[in-house]
Each structure stands twice: as structure tokens, then as C-alpha cells.
């Protein structure tokens, strides 16, 4: 929708971040609007039984399996053999997609791809969650999250490697360099 009102040569951007860890955000954030989360008595249960609290079609439910592909407006159901060439395709739409882990690179390199002089980005963090409950399996969650909004790790995946292609190719000590003087 938004390529037909902006002039052809507009440079679209986006970021993404590894579901194993946006999972614990989404339940969090949208609990009250997922009724796949509000059902659940704790992500853990959540994720020890996805199908007993899940229903797709529901409303409200997107939030709770694949957000990221939904917000990208991509196909669900989606045939696993045509996940490589729309994520190719979503790729020339998006030529930069930022990793919100790497967030300090990412503004290095959007502010070079949009010729923006250095004055222009600034950092500060804001709207994080702050402490977060411990979990005395973070690697087994993470994994789990990523299996259960595989669409979303397909994708983040696959701009993993895109974003890091794009920092090889500016300079990982020029990079490194740009990243600490954004930070000071």
C-alpha cells in the first residue's frame, strides 16, 4: 500500500528482531489482545502446548505466532518451498533491514545508506521492559519460540545473514570505528 503513493525511487527499510526473544515481548505486550496468550497461564505453558491455546483465524491471535511475517503483510499458510524466494523478493523491496540486536551498527549503516551526515543519529535507549523474570532455561525458551513463529525465524534468519553481508561490505573495522562514536 505504501509503494503506490511514494515516488518509485523511495529507499524502504525495515528492522527485525530473533523471535526467540520478541516471543517474550509479544506475550507480554499483547496479552490482553491475544486470546491465544490471555488463555495461556504463563508463556512457558504457552509454549509447552502452543495447539491447546492457539486458534488461527481468531482475532487477535496474529500477535501471538509469526508477527513479524504478518506485519511484513507476507502469506500464511505458506508452502515451505516458497519461503527462499519471498524472502528474496521481500529483500529488493526492503534492501536494509536492521537487527534490532545489533541496533548501534544498524543506525551506522542506515545513516550511510541514506547519506545522512553524522549529526543526524542519535542514540538513547527507551521503551525497554527493564528487568526481565529470570528463566532457568533461556536457550530452551528462545529455541522453542523460534521452532513455534518458524515463519518469523525463517525471516529473521535470512536478514541475519543480509545485514551482516552489508556490514562486510562497508567495513567490520570501519563499522566498529563509526559504532563506539555513535555511542559516545
Known amino acids: 500500500q505504501v509503494q503506490r503513493v511514494m515516488p518509485n525511487d523511495s529507499f524502504y527499510f525495515s528492522i527485525v528482531r530473533d523471535p526467540g526473544t520478541l516471543g517474550e515481548s509479544a506475550f507480554s505486550y499483547f496479552r490482553a489482545a491475544a486470546p491465544a496468550f490471555r488463555r495461556s497461564p504463563s508463556l512457558d505453558a504457552f509454549l509447552a502446548s502452543p495447539s491447546r491455546f492457539f486458534r488461527p483465524g481468531i482475532r487477535g491471535n496474529h500477535y501471538a505466532r509469526n508477527l513479524q511475517w ?55 535507549p527507551h521503551n525497554s521492559r527493564g528487568d526481565k523474570p529470570q528463566n532457568p532455561d533461556p536457550e530452551g525458551r528462545r529455541r522453542r519460540l523460534r521452532a513455534w513463529n518458524s515463519l518469523d525465524w525463517a525471516l529473521y534468519s535470512h536478514f541475519n545473514r543480509s545485514f551482516w553481508r552489508h556490514a562486510r561490505e562497508f567495513g567490520m573495522e570501519r563499522l566498529g570505528k563509526e559504532v563506539e562514536e555513535l555511542r559516545r
Open 70 to 124: 504478518f506485519d511484513f503483510g507476507l502469506p500464511e499458510p505458506v508452502d515451505p518451498r516458497r519461503i527462499p524466494g519471498i524472502l528474496e523478493e521481500l529483500e529488493r523491496v526492503f534492501p536494509l533491514v536492521l537487527l534490532a540486536e545489533r541496533f548501534d551498527e544498524s543506525l551506522v549503516l542506515l545513516r550511510h545508506r541514506l547519506c545522512w551526515p553524522r549529526r543526524a543519529v542519535d542514540l538513547f
